[in-house]
């Protein structure tokens, strides 16, 4: 699964689901997978980073490690919701 952002594979977190399947397990209660994108606190190298910046309009500066993926406005939390489809944030 790719962060929507900048395109990064998305990082496997954990699972979330209703109390059966936080306290005792039962896949039926499970709602569904939590990810997060490695460049929400900044990318690995000046390539990505400038590229980045380049394709969404982003100004900076010359620290390249200034740039952050517009994920990391909410910590780079993404789930999946009962029919699998991708949303922002961290599910409550």
Same mark, same amino acid.
Request: charged share 25%; proline share 3%; net charge negative.
């Given at each position: 699964?790719?962060?929507?952002?900048?395109?990064?594979?998305?990082?496997?977190?954990?699972?979330?689901?209703?109390? #059966?399947?936080?306290? +005792?397990?039962?896949?039926?209660?499970?709602?569904?997978?939590?990810?997060?994108?490695?460049? +929400?606190?900044?990318?690995?190298?000046?390539?990505?980073?400038?590229?980045?910046?380049? #394709?969404? #309009?982003?100004?900076?500066?010359?620290?390249?490690?200034?740039?952050?993926?517009?994920?990391?406005?909410?910590?780079?939390?993404?789930?999946?919701?009962?029919?699998?489809?991708?949303?922002?944030?961290?599910?409550?």
């Amino acid at each position: 699964m790719e962060c929507p952002y900048c395109n990064a594979e998305l990082i496997y977190d954990d699972s979330y689901g209703n109390r #059966d399947y936080i306290c +005792h397990g039962d896949i039926t209660g499970k709602r569904g997978e939590i990810y997060q994108c490695p460049n +929400h606190e900044g990318f690995n190298n000046e390539e990505e980073a400038v590229q980045y910046a380049q #394709d969404n #309009d982003i100004e900076y500066g010359i620290d390249w490690e200034e740039i952050v993926c517009d994920s990391g406005m909410f910590n780079g939390f993404f789930y999946t919701d009962f029919t699998g489809d991708l949303r922002e944030g961290y599910p409550c």
